[in-house]
């Protein structure tokens, strides 16, 4: 026989103690009764504010704000990701890609794919001259609707 039944063979399940009856019926007027009396608190207004409790949550608001900006500059300046300007036009770029021969954009061992996603647009478009190919090779079926596009 387990513990358990055991346990409750000998002492039953009913607990020794009982709530006597309308307990709960008359509980929160005598918690109520029994409370001091106190008087309410006057609602302060605007104007009695001073300066500072008046500024403080717009203050707080363009803190939150600046560490925002500041936390995803770091972030920009340590991802390494330079943006565009004059001394460097999308031109420039464009130029340098077309002068790499294509094979120089895959790893090693020719399955990984090693460039940006423009370089990879740029090797797929040279090696490519219908959609038709494309599905051939890579055993995929472009969705209809793109059919009269042209690479």
């Known amino acids: ?15 020794p103690w009982k709530v006597p009856e309308g307990y709960f019926n008359s509980l929160s007027e005598s918690i109520v009764a029994s409370l001091p009396e106190t008087e309410p608190e006057p609602l302060t207004t605007f104007s009695d504010l001073s300066l500072w409790q008046r500024i403080k949550p717009y203050v707080y608001l363009a803190a939150m704000f600046a560490g925002i900006w500041l936390m995803i500059n770091m972030f920009h300046n340590l991802s390494g990701v330079n943006t565009l300007s004059l001394d460097n036009p999308p031109e420039n770029i464009a130029m340098i890609v077309a002068e790499h021969d294509p094979s120089e954009f895959f790893a090693a061992d020719n399955s990984l ?10 090797l797929v478009g040279s090696n490519y001259d219908s959609i038709e190919d494309f599905e051939q090779d890579f055993d995929y079926e472009i969705d209809p609707r793109y059919d009269n596009i042209k690479i």
């Open 1 to 15: 026989m387990s513990e358990d039944k055991y346990l409750k063979e000998k002492f039953g399940t009913e607990g």
């Open 113 to 122: 794919f090693s460039g940006s996603d423009y370089e990879l647009e740029m």
